[in-house]
């Protein structure tokens, strides 16, 4: 898809002229910087101050648009769990959980297993203060708790969801320019606004090296998400002593790399990157082939990607709605079907949406990736 409208905002927002200050004292700042800002800034940060989700809102999500999307996993969270030999207590860890959808529908499909239920407590991984809230008057504070970082989630055995999160995470982009890496970077010109340069290459390490291509052409550009190398050291000093799953589910590519995925997003259409600062979504597709490579080097298992679609019909999505169809209305009937289609359609967001399980202390592959293999 391409861009439909690029809605350049009259007067400059105010992380816009935050960000016109800093980069007028010290110089251009790397894609990154820029993404950071204009997702995460305290004051003025879109996920700081936004509710990004819903029809009022930018974008949907699947937990958004059908039940079954977090009735499944709950399912799948319950079968993972026997598999690890059902300690107890375990935690239920979403990163990113919007409004708390799929949290509230995986934990009424987990009454099927009582003793799963009983062993879990809730812990969200969220920064915005308006999507807190919102999860807090969904799923109330009986067993859930929040924190600002896996990191600050007690330790123990642990699976975790991420549905949309990685996406959110700042890029770097690197640009090949005259046979050597250069860092891609915003400036700011008093006529032309936020514009793209290139800047010498600040350090990258050792695994950010390796997960660079191999034989890049003039111009190409690469992406790197530094934080999900963190999030998945993050699993694994925590599978240093007990199990952990987590599943990743977001849109983005599993081969080759995709050079510039940077995108925005407002009210369920395409902005310009530069648009609004701070007033649109910003997110760059995960490049699931160097997620593999990251859990990797971290000493985690990676099971996939799969494509959402074949992933949502292993686990059982036609069974569970013919159930719900039975008990619906038409109404409820027809959007029970329009949903499970957009979910799986490879069209829609069956083929762009995919899934990767990264695993610790598991000895076998988590459901349905051992049908895979
Ligand atoms: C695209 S939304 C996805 C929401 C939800 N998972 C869903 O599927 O509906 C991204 C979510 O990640 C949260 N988020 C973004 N960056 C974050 C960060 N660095 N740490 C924790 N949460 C973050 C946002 O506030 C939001 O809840």
Redesign the pocket.
């Given at each position: 898809m391409t861009p439909q409208s690029a809605t350049a905002a009259t007067e400059p927002t105010p992380l816009a002229r935050k960000l016109m200050a800093r980069i007028a004292a010290d110089g251009p700042i790397p894609v990154s910087a820029y993404m950071d800002a204009c997702?995460?800034d305290p004051e003025h940060g879109y996920?700081r101050t936004a509710q990004?989700?819903g029809r009022s809102g930018d974008?949907i999500?699947?937990?958004?648009i059908s039940q079954v999307f977090g009735e499944l996993l709950g399912l799948w969270a319950a079968s993972v769990w026997q598999a690890m030999g059902a300690p107890k207590p375990v935690a239920l860890i979403?990163?990113?959980?919007?409004?708390g959808?799929?949290a509230a529908d995986a934990l009424r499909a987990a009454k099927a297993l009582p003793a799963f239920q009983e062993a879990l407590s809730l812990h969200l991984?969220?920064?915005?203060p308006v999507?807190q809230s919102e999860q807090a008057r969904l799923l109330g504070t009986g067993i859930t708790t929040w924190h600002?970082?896996i990191n600050d989630v007690p330790d123990g055995p642990a699976i975790i969801?991420?549905?949309?999160?990685l996406?959110?995470?700042p890029v770097r982009q690197l640009v090949w320019r005259d046979g050597e890496w250069r860092e891609r970077c915003v400036a700011h010109d008093p006529d032309q606004g936020f514009l793209f340069c290139e800047g010498s290459l600040a350090e990258l390490s050792t695994a950010e090296q390796n997960l660079l291509p191999c034989d890049p052409a003039d111009g190409d550009i690469a992406e790197l998400r530094s934080?999900a190398t963190g999030l998945l050291a993050a699993i694994r000093a925590r599978g240093d002593a007990q199990p952990q799953a987590a599943l990743f589910i977001d849109y983005g590519h599993g081969e080759a790399a995709a050079g510039d995925t940077l995108q925005a997003v407002s009210g369920h259409r395409y902005a310009g990157v530069f648009d609004a600062p701070g007033q649109h979504?910003l997110?760059a597709h995960v490049d699931f082939r160097a997620l593999a490579k990251q859990a990797d080097m971290a000493g985690l298992g990676a099971f996939g990607p799969m494509a959402q679609g074949r992933f949502l019909l292993q686990l059982g999505l036609e069974a569970r709605c013919q159930t719900l169809l039975r008990a619906g209305t038409p109404a409820q009937q027809q959007s029970i079907m329009s949903g499970a289609r957009r979910l799986v359609d490879p069209t829609q967001m069956g083929e762009l949406f995919k899934v990767m399980a990264v695993t610790a202390g598991l000895s076998e592959a988590p459901p349905p990736f051992g049908e895979q293999q």
């Open positions: 997702l995460n996920y990004p989700l974008f999500t699947a937990p958004e979403e990163l990113g959980p919007g409004r959808t799929l991984v969220e920064t915005s999507l600002d970082t969801f991420a549905n949309e999160f996406d959110a995470l934080d979504d997110t």
